[in-house]
């Protein structure tokens, strides 16, 4: 009876990897592509891929830099902002009621040599917590092209922007984010309920999909009572 060969996919991904460095396809110094397009590339989990990361890790093959990393937090719980604040305050359990203020059509010309286009979709929304007290405003751009044109007459699918998006075939692959400290405008400050010159932290994300075009740029005003901004650097020992 012949047993079937267990294949080992941690072990594959490895000797692929260290194949390539060793025919100098990764030169020395190169930065490895993100973790999710190395799975997806070799069609293994994350987990199988970090395992072989660290083995190569262990065997000197690689390095890895102490990670640097802002995070935001909601009254003290960490938040995952990658696919947009509305779902990472609901993972966190926080109860939380999302108003929607504007949909629409816009021209911004100052962004088109930016992003190559100067038609956008906008979507301005404001979160109260549990005692009704505004706690950010977010102002989200989205390209009017691919059919996300039609938004503001079709609406959001399940309230979610990030499954809007998913839907029209935009799906986050990389981006930026900034995170500071700014006075409200009046603008702002009428429709957060507080004093202008009120500081807020301030956070703006720009994201591109898989196929590298520009699919959201959000600014967050949040409110530093709730929100805070915490710095991580390296990692934890086990």
Request: proline letters at 3%; a negative charge; zero cysteines.
């Amino acid at each position: 009876m012949i047993r079937p060969v267990r294949i080992d996919k941690k072990q594959q991904v490895g000797d692929e990897l260290i194949r390539r460095i060793e025919n100098g396809l990764m030169e020395d110094g190169i930065l490895l592509p993100g973790e999710h397009r190395l799975a997806q590339e070799f069609q293994v989990s994350l987990g199988t891929l970090r395992e072989a990361l660290a083995e190569l890790k262990r065997r000197h093959t690689i390095a890895t830099q102490g990670a640097v990393g802002s995070i935001v937090t909601y009254d003290g719980v960490v938040l995952d902002q990658r696919n947009g604040w509305a779902k990472a305050l609901a993972d966190s359990g926080a109860l939380i009621n999302t108003e929607v203020l504007r949909l629409e059509a816009v021209t911004r010309p100052d962004l088109l040599s930016r992003f190559g286009i100067d038609q956008f979709i906008t979507l301005d929304r404001r979160r109260r917590g549990t005692d009704g007290t505004l706690v950010s405003l977010e102002r989200s751009l989205m390209p009017a092209t691919g059919g996300l044109e039609g938004l503001p007459r079709v609406g959001l699918i399940d309230d979610s922007l990030t499954i809007t998006l998913a839907a029209y075939g935009y799906i986050g692959e990389r981006g930026d984010q900034w995170i500071g400290a700014e006075p409200l405008n009046a603008e702002d400050a009428e429709l957060l309920g507080r004093p202008v010159g009120t500081v807020f932290l301030k956070a703006l994300r720009t994201t591109y999909d898989r196929q590298d075009r520009f699919m959201e740029q959000v600014e967050s005003l949040l409110d530093p009572v709730h929100f805070r901004l915490h710095l991580q650097t390296g990692a934890a020992k086990k």
